[in-house]
């Protein structure tokens, strides 16, 4: 291949992978490609723009739009800029790390077939079924959301209607081709990130003094102050540090669905262009995004102002309405009202999205039932769809105060997944440069080169596994045997389902010389040959920013 600019340098070829390897695993591997993550089951009809949005669309939700307004509350305006900041560079270590290896071998899958290839196949067995569970039910939160987001309108309409519109709605979207997906979702995504620019927008010329509270200023900074006391008593230090550490927990799953971008890769065209340019881009559109957003609502909205705690899913949870009130504007609740149900159909497509591929990888890895790989003449996983949509109907569980209670403790189980994947991609990483080394491939020859390894790899390692196992600290304080096993369902589950895998098909960690870099490159290499020239005016590379 050519190298063009600084995206893509001359990666090792066939030859020079197979050079480090004997004949007969080489003619094994070429014979057990369609078991390995092979990508030319699904069509790579994703376009750049499409994939841009896609990482954005991913992170941007609820947890922006509705759950910051808790962070400033547990932690005041300063804790909770630093937490937002802070996840924001573990977030990075793992969208390098993973770029790295998704540019490389752009399969369906992603980061199942890394972990299953580089590391373990119990640790991908274990991690994906958490993973894709996550977002299997989470299908069926964004289709309660829905229902709950419209009856701000209209109260007498029940929610059981609403789940069912959209779910047939989403799950026929996700039988189309998957451009048709790409297309939703980059309309879907323009939206927020139109909404999140306004406000910011907004939020600097009322804090200028455009409100009808004159100017502010750092008043909210001054008082109530700049960090808030949480949860402990008599311990002013610890009772902040308290506040801002459970907002670390928070931010890190406000920024969970970053990593879609590579679940897309198996479907993007030219990955090799693509995908490093979809991480460099959107890792600091979505920091921007979260850390300018975050600190203007602590400049706008007090931590101690009651409504930031409001339980309601809807505009009056939101600390945009509750910025807008308090500046005494008076349209923008029924404006932000909808935004919010483009963002619960937005993460309900990505739900069904990247959990029916993260279903293939699974498949193609051997890891779950085969009939999971049949697609239809376009290229859709339809089996894996169909299995994924279905746990959508789990929002009907929400009609009984019974089944609430049920569907509140599997929501639980999706808590933590984020985190197990991050940690696995991060491991993952580790054992892919390993491989590397042993294989006699040079890092300098790969597309796209992660900065600081594997240090920052070891870092993201760090203080995800640290986030893992105390984020249910307030369960401790004070003990609550039933708020533990809440909290911690998840890792347990994980747990279970690694040593289970383990002890069932007796599978050993991968060997650095005998792991596979072969399958699903090659194909890669030969369709992608030459990649188009970088946008060398100002108005062009503008473009290409915004719109990849």
């Not at 306004?198 to 009322?206: A, E, L, N, R, Y």
């Not at 929501?411 to 997944?417: D, E, P, Q, R």
């Not at 796209?448 to 249910?472: C, D, E, H, R």
């Not at 960690?509 to 040959?529: F, H, N, Q, R, T």
Request: glycine share 10%; proline share 3%.
């Amino acid at each position: 291949m050519e190298k063009q600019g600084d995206v893509q340098a001359k990666p090792a070829t066939l030859t020079d992978v197979t050079a480090s390897k004997t004949s007969s695993i080489s003619d094994d591997v070429e014979k057990q490609s369609v078991q390995h993550g092979q990508t030319a089951q699904l069509q790579r009809r994703l376009q750049s723009r499409h994939l841009q949005m896609i990482a954005i669309g991913g992170t941007i939700g609820t947890g922006l739009f509705i759950g910051s307004g808790g962070a400033i509350a547990n932690a005041g305006p300063a804790g909770a800029l630093i937490a937002y900041a802070f996840v924001g560079t573990l977030v990075y270590s793992v969208m390098v790390a993973l770029g790295e290896m998704a540019t490389y071998l752009p399969v369906a899958g992603a980061f199942t077939v890394y972990a299953s290839r580089f590391v373990d196949h119990s640790l991908s067995f274990a991690m994906s079924w958490i993973y894709w569970l996550s977002w299997a039910i989470t299908f069926a939160l964004e289709l309660t959301a829905s229902g709950l987001i419209i009856q701000y309108w209209r109260q007498d309409l029940n929610i059981g209607i609403f789940i069912g519109v959209f779910w047939i709605v989403i799950t026929a979207l996700n039988f189309l081709p998957v451009s048709f997906y790409g297309e939703v979702e980059f309309w879907f995504a323009t939206i927020k990130v139109l909404t999140v620019i306004g406000f910011i927008i907004f939020g600097i010329c009322i804090d200028a003094g455009a409100g009808q509270n004159g100017y502010l200023g750092f008043e909210t900074w001054n008082n109530p102050g700049a960090f808030a006391p949480y949860l402990i008593e008599n311990n002013d230090s610890l009772a902040k540090f308290v506040g801002f550490w459970a907002v670390l927990i928070q931010a890190g799953f406000s920024y969970q669905g970053t990593e879609l971008v590579a679940i897309a890769a198996g479907e993007t065209d030219n990955p090799r262009k693509n995908v490093p340019a979809a991480i460099r881009k959107t890792f600091w559109r979505i920091l921007i995004f979260f850390v300018l957003t975050i600190f203007m609502i602590g400049l706008l909205v007090p931590y101690d102002n009651e409504q930031l705690l409001n339980d309601s899913t809807d505009a009056s949870a939101s600390p945009f309405v509750i910025a807008a009130q308090l500046a005494g504007v008076k349209t923008l609740p029924g404006l932000i009202n909808a935004v919010l149900l483009c963002v619960v159909l937005s993460a309900a497509n990505s739900n069904v999205y990247s959990g029916s591929r993260i279903l293939v990888g699974l498949a193609t890895e051997g890891l779950g039932p085969k009939i999971l790989t049949r697609t239809t003449n376009g290229g859709v996983p339809y089996v894996a769809v169909a299995f994924t949509s279905v746990f959508g109907l789990l929002g009907f569980m929400n009609e009984s105060k019974n089944g609430s209670e049920v569907f509140n403790w599997l929501l639980n189980i999706t808590g933590v997944a984020g985190f197990i994947s991050w940690t696995c991609i991060g491991i993952s990483h580790i054992a892919f440069m390993r491989a590397l080394k042993a294989q006699g491939i040079s890092r300098d020859t790969l597309p796209y080169k992660a900065m600081w390894q594997p240090w920052f790899s070891w870092y993201g390692i760090f203080f995800n596994v640290l986030i893992i196992f105390t984020q249910g600290f307030t369960s401790f304080i004070p003990w609550n045997t039933s708020d533990f096993f809440v909290s911690y369902i998840s890792l347990i589950l994980f747990t279970v389902l690694y040593i289970g895998h383990k002890l069932v098909t007796q599978s050993k960690s991968v060997k650095p010389e005998e792991v596979d870099l072969i399958s699903g490159k090659k194909e890669v290499d030969e369709m992608y040959a030459d990649v188009p020239d970088e946008p060398k005016t100002f108005w062009k590379k503008m473009s290409s920013w915004i719109l990849g």
